[in-house]
Structures are given as structure tokens and as C-alpha cells.
């Protein structure tokens, strides 16, 4: 079990898998929850947008959402199972070819990486086409210092094709996320609902520096006390621990996206 700050228990603890298809189920449940997260915050737009997790015996394939179906909609049993090379194994929809392009590259780069997602999120496309990373002036925001990458040469292309999958698979690096210029934001992590959790909270903090940035100047946070901040609220459990509560609400709310039909 989890201890609280105050030391007492709390009732969440990551799930343990006895069997790969104990694992598999469960990383499948987090994907379909997940993506009613993302539409609970809005960050569905059209067809834009997947989040992807690594199968845990097939793991050059990975789980992904069908295209195009709506975020508010899917179930795991809607979930796709795609390979490398782009072929549907597992579903009866078509895969989007963004999400093949980019995350085969990102789930082959980094063999530490279980989830990426990417949408097309308002406040994250926006801070993007400033083509910088994000600045330290919120404890949110430290999350994120000196562990998100920026790519600036997409130029607002689709990514439909290996070149660009690449060079976004350049810009994340061995960082928690990216900021991809006129595209938006990527996470990763080594669950899915940390990856989620990062995508929110840099959603959130690419919101506070554009609203500060217009009222004034934003004071920054020392580097030094950043990199603090970071060491207590941007590791991989803490983001896990994060996305908790909205998953749990999700859940509670939203049962049909358990549904393994």
C-alpha cells in the first residue's frame, strides 16, 4: 500500500499481474478509462488524438484507439492490437496512420515507455506554435523542468509518415514529454495513467503561462528549487498517484468503458 503524507494507508496501489493476461486486461482497462479522461477534459477534437500502451508479451505491438471513434465511446473491448508495421492484429477498425507512424517509433526508442498519448488539447497546440520549452513559475509547471523536449521544425504537418514520426521521437528523448511545434503535446509513461496524468497536468500548466504571460510577467522559479519540486511530484509512481482520483471518477461514472463485450 501507498502511504499518504500524513503516513496513513491510503486505498491505492499499483495493480500486480499474476498472468500476461491478467496484465493485459488491466492495461487495457486503464486505456479505455483514460480516454474517457481526455474527453472529460475536453481534449477531444474530431479524429485527432490516440493514446497507445505496450502489450506485455507482444511487446513490439501495442493497444490503440479505433479510428474514428469518439473518446466518449470507447471500450475495451473497442480497443485495437497493432504491430510495427502497422497491421491490425486484434479489432475490426482502422488504425489512425499518425498514431502508427509516431508511437511505433516512440514505443521502439524507448523500451522504458509502456504509454504515450497525444491530443490535440486547446492550450496545448497553442503553446506549442511558441516553439520554447515551459517556464518554471508555477509548482505544476516544475513537473516538467528540464524533462520536456521541444520540437520546432513540423511546421503544422500531419504525421503521416516515418520522417515525422522520427523527429517527434527526437523531440520526447529520454524526457517525460514534448512540446511539438503548431502540433501539441506528447507524454509518455511507464503506466497509463501516469502518461495521462502528465498530458493533464502539462495541458493545464501551458494554460497558466499563457493567461500569466498576459497579465504581466511571470516570476520564475529557481532552477535549483525546480529541480526539487520535480524530485517530489514528477516521478513515474507520483504521476500514477496523480491521475487517480480522475480515473476513479471516470469509473464510477462511466462503467461502460470497462465493457469487454
Known amino acids: 500500500m501507498i502511504e499518504s503524507s500524513t503516513g496513513a494507508r491510503t486505498p491505492h496501489e499499483p495493480f500486480v499481474a499474476r498472468t500476461p493476461a491478467e496484465e493485459r486486461l488491466y492495461r487495457k482497462q486503464r486505456l479505455a478509462v483514460a480516454f474517457r479522461v481526455f474527453a472529460h477534459y475536453g481534449f477531444d477534437e474530431g479524429a485527432a488524438g490516440y493514446i497507445t500502451v505496450r502489450d506485455p508479451e507482444r511487446t513490439d505491438c501495442f493497444w490503440v484507439n479505433p479510428f474514428p471513434m469518439s473518446f466518449r465511446l470507447v471500450r475495451v473491448r473497442d480497443l485495437q492490437l497493432v504491430d510495427s508495421d502497422g497491421n491490425v492484429l486484434v479489432g475490426d477498425w482502422p ?5 502508427l507512424m509516431i508511437h511505433s517509433q516512440v514505443h521502439a526508442a524507448r523500451s522504458d515507455v509502456l504509454c504515450v498519448a497525444h491530443a490535440h ?23 516538467f523542468f528540464e524533462d520536456h523536449g521541444v520540437g520546432t521544425d513540423e511546421a503544422g504537418r500531419v504525421a503521416n509518415n516515418e520522417e515525422v514520426g522520427k523527429r517527434i521521437t527526437e523531440a520526447i ?3 517525460k514529454a514534448a512540446l511539438v511545434g503548431n502540433h501539441g503535446i506528447f507524454t509518455v509513461g511507464q503506466s497509463v495513467d501516469e502518461a495521462a496524468f502528465w ?34 511530484v ?7 498517484y496523480s491521475a487517480q482520483p480522475i480515473f476513479d471518477y471516470i469509473i464510477a461514472t462511466q462503467p461502460d468503458c470497462l465493457d469487454e463485450g
Open 234 to 240: 514528477g516521478f513515474p509512481l507520483a504521476g500514477w
Open 121 to 143: 488539447s486547446m492550450y496545448g497546440k497553442t503553446f506549442a506554435s511558441l516553439h520554447r520549452p515551459l517556464r518554471p513559475i508555477t509548482q505544476d509547471a516544475c513537473i
Open 199 to 232: 498530458f493533464i497536468s502539462m495541458e493545464h500548466s501551458c494554460q497558466a503561462e499563457l493567461t500569466a504571460s498576459v497579465a504581466g510577467v511571470p516570476e520564475l522559479i529557481p532552477p535549483e528549487t525546480a529541480r526539487i519540486i520535480r524530485g517530489h
Open 173 to 175: 528523448g529520454d524526457n
Open 95 to 99: 488504425v489512425s496512420r499518425s498514431a
